[in-house]
């Protein structure tokens, strides 16, 4: 399978950033997608809504519905769920997205922000995945994909800002469990995180600024990571941990300046990235 048309993804969070981008990827092979997230009014630091992002969606050449879920609350996931398979009469593939992040140390992350964080990263993908599950076991190529890192134990991940690392892992705790859980039923479970920051509004506005941007990848590298996973037979691929530009160059892709305004040396490394994962030699070189 190298097309995603008509093909039904459900995509929490993905009214801006690295989600709307995997949607619009997606949108361009003639995909159904469902936005299912928080932001149906502008938020003041970051841009769009999901209006905005299904207008975007549908001139890409997708199909849109735009849904208000709060993913921490089940009701409201089931409500999103049921309006999606009314709407397009499945779901094919679960993308977990959305995601909390707040970079303090022990001593400085207040018990609020704690609970979001867990809530919306480790609960809120578990229960997106299990209300989409039943559905997902009646398409003939499903998958979930959750935008989180390689479990790497390194205690440098964890020491600055532990109750973010753990909310994270527990993303990435989902695929390890529920790749096992159903590789005989056909449903793959994969990771995908980048190697390097992203160029998002969140990034700009929230967590480095606009120089931090323009060391940063475009969006367009997860999203074309993720159509390269997403195409793939779920049978066969399934309970990976998956760096962007490494699955990119596995499909053969040779270019990777086109991802980015500065070359691989100037990039800013993500987060959770171990060494033992180098990039591609077309990366370094680009």
Not at 17 to 29: S, T
Not at 201 to 207: D, E, F, G, T
Not at 255 to 280: M, R
Request: hydrophobic fraction near 40%; glycine fraction near 6%; proline fraction near 6%.
């Amino acid at each position: 399978m190298q097309t995603l048309k008509g093909r039904t993804l459900f995509i929490s969070g993905a009214s801006r950033g690295i989600g709307l981008a995997i949607a619009n990827r997606a949108a361009k092979d003639g995909a159904n997608i469902v936005l299912a997230a928080k932001t149906s009014e502008p938020h003041p630091k970051l841009p769009g809504t999901i209006y905005s992002a299904a207008e975007e969606i549908e001139k890409s050449g997708g199909e849109a519905l735009p849904l208000v879920c709060d993913i921490r609350y089940e009701d409201q996931v089931r409500k999103a769920v049921e309006q999606a398979i009314e709407k397009f009469g499945g779901i094919d593939i679960c993308i977990n997205n959305a995601s909390a992040i707040q970079l303090t140390n022990t001593l400085h992350t207040d018990m609020k922000r704690y609970d979001l964080m867990h809530q919306i990263n480790t609960r809120g993908t578990f229960l997106v995945s299990k209300v989409c599950l039943p559905h997902l076991l009646k398409s003939d190529n499903p998958h979930i994909l959750n935008l989180s890192p390689p479990l790497d134990m390194d205690a440098k991940w964890f020491g600055p800002h532990v109750a973010y690392t753990m909310a994270k892992y527990g993303m990435s705790l989902c695929v390890l469990g529920m790749s096992e859980e159903f590789k005989n039923q056909g449903v793959a479970v994969n990771a995908l995180w980048p190697r390097t920051a992203i160029a998002t509004a969140a990034v700009k506005n929230i967590l480095g600024g606009e120089d931090t941007v323009n060391i940063s990848r475009f969006p367009s590298i997860m999203a074309d990571a993720a159509h390269v996973i997403l195409t793939k037979n779920s049978k066969e691929f399934t309970g990976n941990f998956c760096i962007d530009d490494n699955i990119l160059s596995e499909s053969g892709v040779k270019d990777f300046s086109i991802y980015a305004d500065v070359p691989f040396s100037q990039l800013a490394p993500d987060f959770f990235v171990p060494l033992d994962i180098p990039p591609p030699e077309g990366a370094v070189n680009s």
